[in-house]
T-cell receptor
């Protein structure tokens, strides 16, 4: 069974204090790993797809990286508007490709 | 196209009543998904459609839940004889094919069963 574990569950940062979120996964053949951002009361918003170990994607202050067992979402010099829950999901090769989501990391950035 | 639209945004119902939610996906997307999310958890897969065909249902989906996507356009999710444990956010998402570029989610329907 596919498993996705995100850590930490919650993270508080000061504005400008860089950090990383972790997503470790167990899947029988990775087709894709996704990062989403979710604001309170809203649906997840797609950020990145990563397909193979060593791949990196960047968007503004966010950079996602992938190894064979985990992915990191690096947040550089965060701002209060980066406060949200960040969700990781893995898509296994074969079958219907329905992603399995982790529980997310709740990020709060204080001004 | 303004994205994935879900109605209603909020629904409060009494235990034992039936409820129905609607999802309008992005028009060119052929896949439509229903997820359920409770506080502090990630989205949990319920079912998905490719065009009008319902191709997979989670084994966690009880017989009280049914979904349709007539003509491969909008979709409805019905919950019969609601229970307090059904209280959750019900999310709809759509994608083109297998979603390699990610899913587009709606804002969800918040169901409260009292």
């Amino acid at each position: 069974e596919d498993q996705v574990t995100q850590s930490p569950e919650a993270l508080r940062l000061q504005e400008g204090e860089s950090s990383s979120l972790n997503c470790s996964y167990t899947v029988s053949g990775l087709r894709g790993l996704f990062w989403y951002r979710q604001d309170p009361g809203k649906g997840p918003e797609f950020l990145f797809t990563l397909y193979s170990a060593g791949e990196e994607k960047e968007k503004e202050r966010l950079k996602a990286t992938l190894t064979k067992k985990e992915s990191f979402l690096h947040i550089t010099a965060p701002k209060p508007e980066d406060s949200a829950t960040y969700l990781c999901a893995v898509q296994a090769s074969g079958g219907s490709y329905i992603p399995t989501f982790g529980r997310g990391t709740s990020l709060i950035v204080h001004p | 196209d303004t994205g994935v639209s879900q109605n209603p945004r909020h629904k409060i119902t009494k235990r034992g009543q039936n409820v129905t939610f609607r999802c309008d996906p992005i028009s060119e997307h052929n896949r439509l998904y229903w997820y359920r999310q409770t506080l502090g958890q990630g989205p949990e897969f319920l079912t998905y459609f490719q065009n009008e065909a319902q191709l997979e249902k989670s084994r966690l989906l009880s017989d009280r839940f049914s979904a349709e996507r007539p003509k491969g356009s909008f979709s409805t999710l019905e919950i019969q004889r609601t229970e307090q444990g059904d209280s959750a956010m019900y999310l709809c998402a759509s994608s083109l094919d297998q979603g390699g570029y990610g899913y587009t989610f709606g804002s969800g329907t918040r169901l409260t069963v009292v």
